[in-house]
């Protein structure tokens, strides 16, 4: 078309090519971000599903923690009420109706496999929600605040109350040894560690409810994500 003395035409023509082969580019292109977009979305909702499962387990959980720790701060209670009592009034109660301790103490062990993973391998920008994404990366340490303290009750029940409840407690039947287990009640030391304890075990009940209302909101979020 050039040697025909017909330039403009050949311009228009190799415009029009180059037009043709930009806009197919930009075609495949947009097609590919596509499919890369829809893939993310597909991979984004495995992720919220399995985190929703994680996360009604961990409510669960902490449910039945608040159940265990509340049962603790009655038995707590039902003790003071013995504290309060003279050694006279104490031994007209049948020693066998008498406690002196509670049952157990629970701890949080959340499930957290999904979220680890996801922290982890630096792929939490597959979240799309921020509100979300911001409650995710802030989640452990909401865990961490309320296992710190956690601890702390655990150690003063495992150490500092089992050292002092010892002198009154025998496992072994043992003649050699006479154990008064009523003189516990007069032990003022003794009492201000239960106090200690049922304190802690209140403020760990408080805790347990704010983790619980955090998961309350990220299951919301969640549920709203999921397709």
Not at 60 to 88: G, P, Y
């Amino acid at each position: 078309m050039a040697d025909d003395n017909r330039p403009i035409q050949y311009m228009r023509y190799a415009v029009g090519e180059i037009v043709l082969v930009v806009i197919g580019i930009l075609i495949a292109l947009q097609i590919n971000n596509w499919n890369e977009a829809r893939k993310d979305k597909i991979i984004e909702q495995k992720v919220l599903k399995t985190l929703r499962s994680d996360f009604k387990s961990n409510k669960a959980q902490l449910q039945d923690n608040i159940d265990e720790t509340e049962k603790m701060v009655s038995d707590i209670s039902q003790l003071f009420e013995l504290f309060r009592m003279t050694q006279s009034e104490l031994s007209l109660i049948p020693k066998d109706s008498i406690r002196t301790g509670f049952g157990g103490y629970a701890t949080f062990n959340p499930s957290d496999g999904a979220l680890t993973s996801l922290l982890l391998s630096g792929n939490l920008n597959i979240i799309t929600n921020d509100s979300l994404k911001n409650k995710l990366t802030n989640w452990p340490n909401l865990v961490n605040d309320a296992k710190e303290d956690e601890n702390i009750l655990v150690e003063k029940i495992t150490k500092d109350l089992a050292k002092q409840e010892l002198e009154y407690q025998s496992y072994i039947n043992n003649p050699k040894f006479k154990l008064n287990r009523l003189a516990m009640f007069d032990d003022l030391i003794l009492q201000n560690t239960f106090f200690d304890i049922r304190s802690g075990a209140n403020y760990q009940i408080y805790l347990y409810g704010e983790l619980q209302n955090e998961i309350e909101e990220i299951l919301n979020l969640i549920d709203n994500e999921i397709r």
